[in-house]
């Protein structure tokens, strides 16, 4: 079954740095555009970055840079390295294909919390 897992968050504060991992199934990841979307407490889930085959990127405004999507296709896994974090960037973060693709089943997350 074709799934994605997620890991890298953690407790950090304002100002400080993380950088996210996503292993994704072989076959899906060598062939597709994948993206990082978070989930904020009480909140819908939202769209952070994606970045295609080619390494082309595209991000929501709230994190242009400051964050950096990347992936390695050798090793199945896209990165997102997030500096200068914010309170506001607290949620659980996933990976997945485009919303346009269909989604892939979603992974367990992982959870980033940003204290003041």
């Known amino acids: 079954q074709v799934q994605v897992v997620e890991s890298g968050g953690g407790l950090v504060q304002a100002g400080g740095s993380l950088r996210l991992s996503c292993l994704a199934s072989g076959r899906v990841f060598a062939i597709n555009t994948m993206c990082w979307y978070r989930q904020a407490p009480g909140k819908e889930r939202e769209l952070v970055a994606c970045?295609?085959?080619?390494?082309?990127?595209n991000y929501a405004d709230s994190v242009k840079g400051r964050f950096t999507i990347s992936r390695d296709n050798a090793k199945n896994t896209m990165y997102l390295q997030m500096n200068s974090l914010k309170p506001e960037d607290t949620a659980v973060y996933y990976c997945?294909?485009?919303?346009?693709?269909?989604?892939?089943?979603w992974g367990q997350g992982t959870q980033v919390t940003v204290s003041s």
């Open positions: 997945n294909l485009p919303r346009m693709f269909g989604y892939l089943p």
């Open positions: 970045i295609t085959i080619g390494g082309s990127t």
